[in-house]
T-cell receptor, first 111, second 116 residues
Framework: DAKTTQPPSMDCAEGRAANLPCNHS???????VYWYRQIHSQGPQYIIH?????ETNEMASLIITEDRKSSTLILPHATLRDTAVYYC????????????WGLGTSLAVNP | GAVVSQHPSRVICKSGTSVKIECRSL??????MFWYRQFPKKSLMLMAT?????????EQGVEKDKFLINHASLTLSTLTVTSAHPEDSSFYIC????????????FGSGTQLSVL
């Protein structure tokens, strides 16, 4: 599985958009980009995933560059409850695929 | 969305005892479950992949005789930490995937194990 690079930490003001970048320059053509988050002392929570098109759901938007070497997770109106570690992972979609977790980005949403 | 329930959320035990952690998929059948371990300020490390009705596949460096995994039904997998020692103290997390074709994983809430 390809590796990803994320900034270790970011800050965001409550109510503003949080844009979390991820570099995955060695991604293969059939690897998906997944985003999860982990609030302190809890299990990770799935946010969104995509292959090549931009995606949006009730939680966030995922923007993938045309060359697929990087992506951005957008939380449109961050709240204090969005304070968490955000993980960007690239992986194949096989049944027994393993997710390789990096250190993610620690997002602090400030009042 | 699918729900994965993990119990207990926190356990404190004496060194040398065994601890069992349960992971249940509440509204779907999980043919595959995963067990992770996470140390403070570190990322999740995959310990093993558990397939229903067969032996678990352990990652390199994970002792299968120490971390016993049982996946006897499509909705339940258990992790037993045998003869626990203080260095086994960690946050243990399970996850499961629906077999119907969805590709995201659903996670339990985690178990904080403290071995005294």
């Amino acid at each position: 599985d390809a590796k990803t690079t994320q900034p270790p930490s970011m800050d965001c003001a409550e109510g503003r958009a949080a844009n979390l970048p991820c570099n995955h320059s060695t991604i293969s053509g059939n690897e998906y980009v997944y985003w999860y988050r982990q609030i302190h002392s809890q299990g990770p929570q799935y946010i969104i995933h995509g292959l090549k098109n931009n995606e949006t759901n009730e939680m966030a938007s995922l923007i993938i560059t045309e060359d697929r070497k990087s992506s951005t997770l957008i939380l449109p109106h961050a709240t204090l409850r969005d304070t968490a570690v955000y993980y960007c992972i690239v992986s194949y979609a096989g049944n027994n695929r393993k997710l390789i977790w990096g250190l993610g980005t620690s997002l602090a949403v400030n009042p | 969305g699918a729900v994965v329930s993990q119990h207990p959320s926190r356990v404190i035990c004496k060194s040398g005892t065994s601890v069992k952690i349960e992971c249940r998929s509440l509204d779907f059948q999980a043919t595959t479950m995963f067990w992770y371990r996470q140390f403070p300020k570190k990322s999740l490390m995959l310990m093993a992949t558990s397939n229903e009705g067969s032996k678990a596949t352990y990652e390199q460096g994970v002792e299968k005789d120490k971390f016993l995994i049982n996946h006897a039904s499509l909705t339940l997998s258990t992790l037993t930490v045998t003869s626990a020692h203080p260095e086994d103290s960690s946050f243990y997390i399970c996850s499961a995937r629906e077999p119907s074709g969805t590709i995201e994983l659903f996670f339990g809430s985690g178990t904080q194990l403290s071995v005294l």
